[in-house]
């Protein structure tokens, strides 16, 4: 079956810090990738996307690069602001398997002055 | 243009009580999805509805049902609340564009059966 693993936090940073946040995935078929992200007593935001290999989705200085030979999409982001502070979850889905997402845990990111 | 919109925002019910989330998109999209988020558990898909009229089971359906009342509309019911059933409910629709979906999601509702 399909399945997402993302790095357990919280994900504690200080402003201007790097960020990543690891994703692998495993599916049976040839997956998109998403980044989603969610801000407090909110709904999931689409953050950034990838639909095939080598792929690399950008938004709001976040990127991720579709990497199929380590089945990875790892998010970075070169220097995070306090406003950055959210939950980030990893989610795929496969072509023909009804457009269905299947998400990781999410990850909280915590960024301090 | 709203989006998804969900309502309530909040219910407290007693077990063995009904309810249904109510869930709207005015994008035009065909696909509609109901999640349900627990800690730790990222989000589930309860049902989905590829279409107007058509709807499929998720990873966790038990307990609940749906209708796809029209193309905007797609709603959620709790036949018989269970403190199992507490979670926060997301309602997310999708179109295809060039052959790739993308899911919106509306901002939840959070559900406590006691």
């Known amino acids: 079956g399909n399945s997402v693993t993302q790095m357990e936090g919280p994900v504690t940073l200080s402003e201007e810090a790097f960020l990543t946040i690891n994703c692998t995935y495993t599916?049976?078929?040839?997956?998109?990738l998403f980044w989603y992200v969610q801000y407090p007593g909110e709904g999931l935001q689409l953050l950034l996307k990838a639909t095939k290999a080598d792929d690399k989705g950008s938004n709001k200085g976040f990127e991720a690069t579709y990497r199929k030979e380590t089945t990875s999409f790892h998010l970075e982001k070169g220097s995070v602001q306090v406003s950055d502070s959210a939950v980030y979850f990893c989610a795929l889905s496969v072509r023909g398997g009804g457009n269905k997402l299947t998400f990781g845990t999410g990850t909280q990111l915590k960024v301090e002055l | 243009n709203a989006g998804v919109t969900q309502t309530p925002k909040f219910q407290v019910l007693k077990t063995g009580q009904s309810m249904t989330l109510q869930c709207a998109q005015d994008m035009n999209h065909n696909s509609m999805y109901w999640y349900r988020q627990d800690p730790g558990m990222g989000l589930r898909l309860i049902y989905y509805s590829a279409s107007e009229g058509t709807t499929d089971k998720g990873e966790v359906p038990n307990g609940y049902n749906v209708s796809r009342l029209n193309k905007r509309e797609f709603s959620l019911r709790l036949e018989s609340a269970a403190p199992s059933q507490t979670s926060v409910y997301f309602c997310?629709?999708?179109?295809?564009?060039?052959?790739?979906?993308?899911?919106?999601f509306g901002p939840g509702t959070r559900l406590t059966v006691l």
């Open positions: 599916a049976t078929g040839y997956p998109s």
């Open positions: 997310a629709s999708s179109v295809r564009d060039r052959g790739e979906d993308t899911q919106y």
